[in-house]
T-cell receptor
Framework: AQSVTQLGSHVSVSEGALVLLRCNYS??????LFWYVQYPNQGLQLLLK??????LVKGINGFEAEFKKSETSFHLTKPSAHMSDAAEYFC??????????????FGKGTLLTVNP | DTAVSQTPKYLVTQMGNDKSIKCEQN?????MYWYKQDSKKFLKIMFS???????INETVPNRFSPKSPDKAHLNLHINSLELGDSAVYFC??????????FGPGTRLTVT
């Protein structure tokens, strides 16, 4: 069974600073990995995905993530934080759930606050 | 055009009542899901349907019954609501095994 661990339930950065949100996964097969963002009182929006192509994945809003198999990590970064980046971020891994069906397993989320 | 829509957005009801949440997707996806997000923001899958067939049922009480009349719709009916059912319920859809697209959520409050 797959699992996801997000290190740090709350990350606070200054506007313009580097954003680093950590995610480690556990999966018995090569995983599909995702980062989602949830703004207050909204649904989840896909930021980026890794599906066994390039290990450095670029997403929307200037975010990117690097898949490191040796470290079982998929950390999310952005060079310069913007006030509008303040939100909850979820890392997720997709794995089989019986037969050929897949399901997403989410981490517990990391709340990103951006200080002016 | 809203890709995945849910109604209602807010639902306040009393313990013991029965309620339904509706979900529709216009993405042409073949798989739909229901997730529950608790007060600590933890997301957990409840059900998944593929082409109207139930494929995932994650130890959810029998009071919860999903129904998929067609590929584009997945409704969630909840009987005998309890305080612990208060949460945000998200519908999602996907094509094959790749990324899922989420609806805006339904905030259920049981008093």
């Amino acid at each position: 069974a797959q699992s996801v661990t997000q290190l740090g339930s709350h990350v606070s950065v200054s506007e313009g600073a580097l954003v680093l949100l950590r995610c480690n996964y556990s999966s018995s097969v090569p995983p599909y990995l995702f980062w989602y963002v949830q703004y207050p009182n909204q649904g989840l929006q896909l930021l980026l995905k890794y599906t066994s192509a390039a290990t450095l994945v670029k997403g929307i809003n200037g975010f990117e993530a690097e898949f490191k198999k040796s470290e079982t990590s998929f950390h999310l970064t952005k060079p310069s934080a913007h006030m509008s980046d303040a939100a909850e971020y979820f890392c997720a891994v997709s794995g089989k759930s019986g037969g050929s069906n897949y399901k997403l397993t989410f981490g517990k989320g990391t709340l990103l606050t951006v200080n002016p | 055009d809203t890709a995945v829509s849910q109604t209602p957005k807010y639902l306040v009801t009393q313990m013991g009542n029965d309620k339904s949440i509706k979900c529709e997707q216009n993405l042409g996806h073949d798989t739909m899901y229901w997730y529950k997000q608790d007060s600590k923001k933890f997301l957990k899958i409840m059900f998944s349907y593929n082409n109207k067939e139930l494929i995932i049922n994650e130890t959810v009480p029998n009071r919860f019954s999903p129904k998929s009349p067609d590929k584009a719709h997945l409704n969630l009916h909840i009987n005998s609501l309890e305080l612990g059912d208060s949460a945000v319920y998200f519908c999602a859809s996907s094509l094959t095994s790749y990324e899922q697209y989420f609806g805006p959520g339904t905030r259920l409050t049981v008093t």
